[in-house]
Nanobody, 115 residues
Framework: QVQLVESGGGLVQPGGSLRLSCAAS????????MGWYRQAPGKQRELVAA???????NYADSVKGRFIISRDNAKNTVYLQMNSLKPEDTATYYC?????????WGQGTGVTVSS
């Protein structure tokens, strides 16, 4: 069983930055594709960014050029650096680990972008 624990959310002003962290139990980053998803109130959960075990990344069009996903295999941790935040980035952000049929989710961390 893989456990994912997110941290780093909070309240930030428009234009500000936050870095989210996702700590995984066990040495899984070299096998699993890790992703960050978000869900705003009344909306469906959507993919924000993902990084494969080989290091390839992909981003939602809405965050390209502003967010960066990275990982530290030694720390079993995935990060999401969020810059130039906008009010529409407000959501609960979830960490995800996926390998074929195995999918795991964290409990989520809230991000609010407001002045």
């Amino acid at each position: 069983q893989v456990q994912l624990v997110e941290s780093g959310g909070g309240l930030v002003q428009p234009g500000g930055s936050l870095r989210l962290s996702c700590a995984a139990s066990g040495n899984i980053l070299n096998m699993y594709t890790m992703g960050w998803y978000r869900q705003a109130p009344g909306k469906q959960r959507e993919l924000v960014a993902a990084i494969t075990s080989g290091g390839s990344t992909n981003y939602a069009d809405s965050v390209k050029g502003r967010f960066i996903i990275s990982r530290d295999n030694a720390k079993n941790t995935v990060y999401l650096q969020m810059n130039s935040l906008k009010p529409e980035d407000t959501a609960t952000y979830y960490c995800n680990a996926a390998l074929t049929w195995k999918v795991y989710w964290g409990q989520g961390t809230g991000v609010t972008v407001s002045s």
